[in-house]
């Protein structure tokens, strides 16, 4: 029988988002029971694709995948950046940098603070530092597209929280 309809993976791509649903985000299937069902806390959802738009979402699909490896990577950057910061400060410091141009969470940098609180506020220098580069990124982030969609309001209420949590946090 001749189908209608295709289906696509979406689920909300942040810090939290599990690798499953990373790993299905955008992925295109005939069928909708070919998925995993998203039962878990990711807000993820099967949508329903009429054939005269596939064209339009494999497009989009294809902007989903590298979306979910993007973040894949920030995770290892940041990661690889948290282990460095205490020994290879600069090499840490541009890692966060890499990470930051994918995206930037503020819980990541409560993590931050949190096992670097003692040797950030032994080295002011690096501090100092990392604080004007996060707060520059969390700013710059507001500005891309994907955020764009916010009503300005929101928008820059969120960057003003971002960067009063950032401010507290590195004090
Ligand atoms: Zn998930």
Redesign the pocket.
């Known amino acids: 029988m001749f189908r209608r309809a295709v289906y696509q993976y979406y689920?909300n791509v942040n810090y939290r988002?599990?690798e499953?649903?990373l790993s299905w985000h955008g992925v295109i299937r005939r069928r909708a029971e070919a998925f995993p069902q998203?039962v878990?806390a990711?807000e993820?959802s099967i949508l329903r694709i009429s054939r005269k738009d596939l064209r339009l979402y494999r497009e989009k699909s294809k902007q989903m995948r590298l979306r979910a490896q993007g973040e894949l990577r920030r995770r290892e950057l940041f990661e690889e950046a948290l282990n460095l910061l205490a020994n290879q400060s600069d090499e840490a410091l541009e890692l966060f940098g890499r990470a930051s141009g994918i995206d930037l969470y503020i819980p990541d940098i409560e993590r931050l603070a949190e096992r670097h609180g003692r040797f950030l506020q032994e080295h002011s220098g690096v501090k100092d530092r990392l604080r004007t580069q996060l707060l520059k990124a969390y700013s710059d982030k507001f500005g891309w597209r994907r955020y764009e969609r916010l009503p300005e309001v929101m928008r820059l209420q969120r960057e003003q929280a971002g960067m009063d949590r950032i401010n507290e946090l590195l004090r």
């Open positions: 689920t988002t599990c499953q649903c998203p878990d990711c993820s």
